[in-house]
């Protein structure tokens, strides 16, 4: 399984970008797929999570009315919108899959066992 993130950049407060996550070996339309993120000298923190096909998308709240979580199936790829970004949205932010995630554990970095790369976004004030 390859998750391959990208839409990362600079860009200014107040601004949008959205980020992808392409997969190859495994549809994300029959796994658990969640975005997170990471900023310098903190730990990875939970931005947004999908519990398998039929289940809610669920937001932290620092994130929540202002990114939205999207798949398209026929591309077999995760989307996470960002909008009214803020500097504190700064981080490198990773996308993640797994078959085995249970409920309870949707929005911790170690209930997924396949990671992208990574892609910055920079947020100036």
């Known amino acids: 399984v390859q998750l391959q993130a990208s839409g990362g950049g600079l860009v200014q407060a107040g601004g949008s970008l959205r980020l992808s996550c392409a997969a190859s070996?495994?549809?994300?339309?029959?796994?658990?797929v969640a975005w997170f993120r990471q900023a310098p000298g903190k730990e990875r923190e939970f931005v947004a999570s999908?519990?398998?096909?039929?289940?809610?998308?669920v937001y932290a709240d620092s994130v929540k009315d202002r990114f939205t979580m999207s798949t398209d199936n026929a591309k077999n790829t995760v989307y996470l919108q960002m909008h009214n970004l803020k500097p504190e949205d700064t981080a490198v932010y990773y996308c993640?899959?797994?078959?085995?995630?249970?409920?309870?554990?949707?929005?911790?970095?170690?209930?997924?066992?396949?990671w992208g790369q990574g892609t910055l976004v920079t947020v100036s004030s």
């Open positions: 993640a899959m797994s078959s085995t995630v249970i409920f309870s554990a949707r929005s911790h970095p170690r209930a997924y066992d396949h």
């Open positions: 070996g495994r549809t994300f339309s029959r796994n658990s």
């Open positions: 999908k519990f398998r096909s039929g289940y809610n998308i």
